[in-house]
């Protein structure tokens, strides 16, 4: 992807302030390489090689997906309609363990495929096989800060393979594809990792300077075992304890929180990843992100993986976080429009380190269009970011850029062929299940 200059004329400007409200004005903006050059009224046409109308469109920052598993877009419906401990150890992983690095690219290209169309341009990944993962971001153009799902069950043989797969990801990939994959260490929760493990990521983190993705306080079950096995610590107790706490974790999930934790969040400025749809499909929960925003903790919004969701769209996913906080208080102010649109740009660039996230002079140009020309858009309501939230999907996306890309454009992706990626991805898991099946017979 050859770089331009791209000057989007006629925009309705829908701009996060990052204090939970918006802007709205209409101005044109230029684009020099990866940046945001120029915001103003009839910049000249001259300083730009491609020009975008954006009349009955509005311009706003990309969306930021804080917390998912790209590569499970292969394992999407693959086990509904059930509770976490048992989606996990009698579907999921019985299915990863016919993973690949071939399948995990296939479906990380899947997955970001569907994000670019639904208007996400950064994506914050946990998972395993990450070479591949990286292979799909750098080929797609998609910006990235990608982990390695670590887990080791108090094995140290399983916890040194960890630490090695982890660091070979940083040291492979950090900083690379002009910029646009970042990584993280990726310790997968406290109920998968030892307290060894943990230290030494913090340990690790700190040496390669590069933060931590974990879950976090997603279940009951989970507080209640933690309670039972550490002393009657609630899980971010406990990390408190091994001093892992620190502004560079990105903690996904945080439903069951109680107030001594939600200080400890504040007190080390952790960030939080919320997954609506994810939490409420799988019956987990509704995290407290009333009173997270009320204490200006940084909350950015995340679809976890394809399979527990069961779709990428960060569209869905500002309309459900902001419907579970007013249903679950029986309170409608909290997670207002402008607070949700806040979460899903602003917020989840802050969270993993992204100089995006906000349309500002030199920001990285990392921008969506959303077409108002639609029924499911008309009328517009008094307030852009109602419509974004209450009345918007992913398909109204019309252009996705990134990096100052544009990865999309009336809809159609510009630098992969996504027929061909359609039909890997069916073969892939086709291929998946016939392994899982024999597995089973035997």
């Known amino acids: 992807m050859e770089s331009q200059n791209i000057l989007i004329k006629n925009a309705t400007i829908l701009n996060p302030l990052g204090n939970g409200k918006t802007e709205e004005k209409n101005a044109d903006v230029l684009i020099v390489e990866d940046r945001i050059a120029e915001i103003g009224s009839a910049i000249d046409e001259s300083n730009a090689e491609k020009i975008i109308d954006a009349t009955d469109k509005i311009l706003m920052p990309g969306l930021v997906n804080t917390h998912t598993h790209i590569s499970m877009s292969l394992l999407r419906g693959i086990a509904d309609d059930l509770e976490l401990d048992t989606w996990l150890n009698d579907h999921i992983w019985p299915m990863e363990a016919h993973l690949s690095r071939e399948y995990c690219y296939i479906g990380a290209l899947l997955g970001a495929a569907e994000m670019i169309k639904s208007g996400t341009t950064t994506f914050s990944d946990m998972y395993f096989y990450m070479d591949g993962v990286a292979q799909a971001v750098e080929e797609i153009g998609m910006r990235a800060v990608l982990s390695y799902g670590m887990i080791d069950f108090g094995i140290e043989e399983k916890r040194e393979n960890e630490f090695k797969e982890n660091i070979s990801l940083i040291k492979n990939h950090n900083n690379t594809a002009d910029g646009r994959i970042t990584t993280m260490f990726g310790p997968h929760s406290i109920y998968t990792t030892s307290s060894e493990l943990l230290e030494r990521v913090r340990k690790e983190a700190d040496k390669h300077q590069v933060g931590i993705h974990i879950h976090m306080n997603e279940t009951m079950k989970e507080i209640n075992d933690c309670k039972e096995a550490h002393q009657n610590k609630r899980p971010f107790e406990y990390l ?31 960030k939080v990843s919320h997954n609506p749809c994810s939490n409420m499909k799988l019956a987990s929960g509704a995290a407290p992100i009333g009173e997270l925003l009320k204490q200006n903790i940084c909350v950015g919004l995340g679809t976890d993986g394809a399979s527990s969701n069961n779709n990428l769209d960060m569209f869905d996913e500002m309309k459900f976080a902001a419907l579970l906080q007013k249903v679950s208080t029986l309170n409608p102010k909290l997670a207002t429009a402008d607070e949700v649109i806040n979460m899903a740009t602003f917020n989840g660039a802050n969270a993993l380190g992204i100089d995006a996230g906000s349309i500002e002079v030199g ?80």
């Open 240 to 270: 408190d304890d091994l001093g892992i706490l620190g502004s560079d974790i990105v903690a996904a999930h945080g439903v069951w929180l109680d107030q001594n934790e939600i200080d400890l969040i504040k007190k080390y400025d952790v």
């Open 363 to 442: 920001k990285k140009a990392d921008l969506i269009l959303v077409d108002t020309n639609a029924p499911n858009m008309t009328p517009m309501s008094n307030a852009i970011s109602s419509n974004m939230v209450y009345s918007a999907n992913g398909s109204n996306v019309d252009t996705t850029i990134c990096n100052g890309k544009i990865l999309m454009e009336n809809r159609k992706l510009l630098t992969v062929d996504e027929g061909y990626i359609l039909s890997e991805a069916k073969r892939a898991i086709a291929e998946m299940k016939e392994l899982r099946e024999a597995e089973a017979e035997e």
